[in-house]
């Protein structure tokens, strides 16, 4: 059996849980997130505890047990405590401010690269440190809107400019060595 899907999921006071079949509704004070999942696979909710059990052992449900498990337990997360990404800009001249919900970025281009929160989003940039935090109830939106704001300008490899992820190893590479034997 999957060692995180035999795992019961804890429902924080303050998060209402509503499971109809395979379809479940988390509203918490963050916000409420709604998800279909596989029929292959039971939700059910047993006083504050959600297990999630498989019906048999073929490979599908066994590979499906684990990633139900995990991604209710990150919606219940979600809505309770949020989720928050940490970006950090590197570069001269490179910066990022906000213009009321907007997310502003200046990194090198001839214009600046402007950014829309999308629905349950939150951005905030602290200057001094040059990062950019991204706040959401949505794992998964956050995760992607957090990508979306890196590849506006990946870190480079000779330099290290650009957008990373905060505790991100770029790999550097050597530049060029000049002359040799002449």
Do not use: C, W
Request: aromatic share 6%.
């Amino acid at each position: 059996m999957s060692r995180i899907g035999r795992l019961p999921i804890p429902v924080p006071a303050g998060v209402q849980v509503d499971i109809q079949g395979s379809l479940v509704h988390v509203k918490g004070p963050k916000g409420e997130l709604k998800r279909q999942f596989s029929p292959l696979i039971s939700i059910t909710r047993e006083g504050n505890q959600i297990t999630v059990t498989r019906k048999s052992d073929r490979p599908i449900e066994r590979a499906l047990h684990g990633t139900t498990r995990a991604v209710l337990a990150n919606m219940i997360q979600g809505v309770s405590n949020g989720f928050e990404r940490v970006l950090e800009i590197d570069g001269v001249g490179y910066r990022a401010e906000m213009k009321g919900k907007t997310l502003v970025l200046y990194v090198g281009y001839s214009h600046p690269v402007e950014v829309e929160p999308p629905a349950g989003i939150v951005f905030d940039v602290d200057q001094k440190t040059r990062q950019i935090f991204v706040r959401g109830f949505d794992k998964e939106l956050v995760g992607q809107v957090a990508a979306d704001i890196r590849s506006i300008r990946p870190p480079e490899p000779y330099h290290g400019k650009g957008i990373h992820y905060l505790g991100e190893k770029i790999r550097r590479k050597a530049g060029k060595t000049g002359k040799a034997g002449k």
